[in-house]
């Protein structure tokens, strides 16, 4: 019942920034994502996290982006957001957006995005 719809993706040169969007609609008060998340798959490569970031804005990075990454979320505009600095060439991948909502404590449902595609050259 989310539909996330990412952007910003991109050519960026090795040590570069990037920033990437995700515009979320559907979700009203029963729907409210408690985790936004942000993952990526490389070509051959299963999907790994990211970066994640709770409704009350407490934020988990993997340890490749660490430092490196910074995951924020806008519920006024229902957008969150993944800005990415010092980029490698390791950090090419189709991006994705996902929101979870987790129901009584049981039952999670993730919702994602297309994908954005980031492509860094050397």
């Known amino acids: 019942q989310v539909q996330l719809v990412e952007s910003g993706g991109g050519l960026v040169q090795a040590g570069g920034s990037l920033t990437l969007s995700c515009a979320a609609s559907g979700s009203g008060n029963i729907f409210q994502i408690n985790t936004m998340g942000w993952y990526r798959q490389a070509p051959g490569k299963q999907r790994e996290m990211v970066a994640t970031?709770?409704?009350?804005?407490?934020?988990n990075y993997a340890h490749s982006g660490e430092g490196r990454f910074t995951i924020s979320r806008d519920d006024a505009s229902n957008t969150g957001y993944l800005h990415m600095s010092s980029l490698k060439s390791e950090d090419t991948a189709v991006y994705y957006c996902?929101?979870?909502?987790?129901?009584?404590?049981?039952?999670?449902?993730?919702?994602w995005g297309q994908g954005t595609q980031v492509t860094v050259t050397s």
């Open positions: 970031i709770t409704r009350g804005g407490i934020t």
């Open positions: 996902n929101a979870r909502t987790v129901i009584s404590g049981i039952h999670i449902y993730d919702a």
